[in-house]
Every structure is written in C-alpha cells, then in structure tokens.
C-alpha cells in the first residue's frame, strides 16, 4: 500500500499506532463529554486537555521522524 511505503510502516505497526491514538481520543472524548453535561464528573489527568496535547505532540512527532527512516 503507497500510505504504508510513504510512512515507512507495517500494517501491523500502522494498525497499533493509529488505534492507540484513536483508542485514547476516543476515551478522552467520553470523559469531556460526560464532564460537559455533569461538571461533578472529573476528567481525569491521563485524559485531560494538557496530557492529550502532550500526547499529540509526541505523535506528530513520530509521524514525521518515521518519514526520514
């Protein structure tokens, strides 16, 4: 596949790292959703705003060193 050669990955390793990021948007979104309409419900600080942001950085910064191999 051309995505997979462009980005210098296996399927297998393509697959984890795309659902480990959806994998914890997904559930930091839950948390922000359910904070939204019940603000008693704290969004905990693995899934909060500063620590997915974090995240993301290391994750774009991946994507693009993987790029360069």
Known sequence: MKHLEENNET????LKFAWTAA????????????HGLVP???IPK???LG???QRMRKWDTYTQIR???
Request: charged fraction near 10%; proline fraction near 4%.
């Open 40 to 42: 008693l419900i704290p």
């Open 23 to 34: 994998f914890h948007m997904i559930i930091s979104s839950c948390f922000f959703l359910a």
């Open 67 to 69: 790029k360069l191999r």
């Open 11 to 14: 399927y297998l390793s393509h």
């Open 46 to 48: 693995l899934f909060n």
């Open 51 to 53: 620590r997915m942001s």
